[in-house]
């Protein structure tokens, strides 16, 4: 799949939820610690993966592309545009080369 780098032109913010202080009540807060942040670039699902997933349980779910390098991994959480996401799954593409994307489904923020 060939990937336009000039849509590169939204900043995912990377991190988990850690426990932090507490509130009036007494119950702990959690609090959305950022480990990194890089550019990312949306892609459009087609209408064959979109058909594809109707029979799973990941639909509804957005498509980001990223370059290949960061340690991302399934338990971190994404804030993109003002929105958090969970992270489904990913697509690492490990070929040796400067145009190398990791391609990330990311689904709105759900509780774990």
Not at 6 to 16: H, I, M, P, Q
Not at 68 to 95: A, C, E, F, P, T
């Amino acid at each position: 799949m060939a990937i336009n780098v000039s849509l590169f032109n939204d900043r995912a913010e990377f991190g988990t939820y850690e426990v932090g202080d507490y509130d009036d009540n007494g119950n702990q807060i959690q609090v959305f610690n950022t480990k990194f942040t890089i550019w990312c670039g949306k892609q459009n699902q087609s209408l064959n993966q979109q058909y594809a997933l109707l029979g799973s349980n990941i639909t509804d779910t957005l498509l980001i592309a990223v370059r290949h390098g960061q340690s991302i991994d399934r338990g971190m959480v994404v804030q993109l545009n003002g929105k958090l996401y969970n992270i489904i799954n990913i697509s690492v593409d490990n070929r040796i080369g400067l145009d190398v994307y990791d391609l990330i489904t990311l689904r709105e923020y759900v509780k774990l």
